[in-house]
């Protein structure tokens, strides 16, 4: 059972920056990977970016160079860096969770958090 809560969303300037935060609490063994995905009007849900425990780390093709996962284990939150930000860029973010039980047998669940506006103008 776990809970994300994400923050960091909000409207910025083309060119501009956001960061965005998702912070993963509740009953777990470990967490297998977090990672953001995002939904434009009239378009499916995307990955953005992922980052497993062991670190590695994978994005989205037209967010290469621009954006950056990172996680703080200690607090089981990971972020979001958003930098030279397009309006093809405007979305609502989902970070999404996946994490082992904390009883055997150890299967990974999935979890989402509730999604965060991202608005870039031009």
């Known amino acids: 059972q776990v809970q994300l809560v994400e923050s960091g969303g909000g409207l910025v300037q083309a060119g501009g920056s956001l960061r965005l935060s998702c912070a993963a609490s509740?009953?777990?063994?470990?967490?297998?990977?977090m990672g953001w995905y995002r939904q434009a009007p009239g378009k499916q849900r995307e990955l953005v970016a992922i980052?497993?425990?062991?670190?590695?780390?994978n994005y989205a093709d037209s967010v290469k160079g621009r954006f950056t996962i990172s996680r703080d284990n200690a607090k089981n939150t990971v972020y979001l860096q958003m930098n030279s930000l397009k309006p093809e860029d405007t979305a609502v973010y989902y970070c999404?969770?996946?994490?082992?039980?904390?009883?055997?047998?150890?299967?990974?669940?999935?979890?989402w958090g509730q999604g965060t506006q991202v608005t870039v103008s031009s």
């Open positions: 980052l497993t425990s062991g670190g590695t780390t």
């Open positions: 509740g009953t777990f063994r470990i967490i297998n990977t």
């Open positions: 999404k969770c996946q994490a082992q039980k904390s009883s055997f047998p150890y299967y990974a669940l999935d979890y």
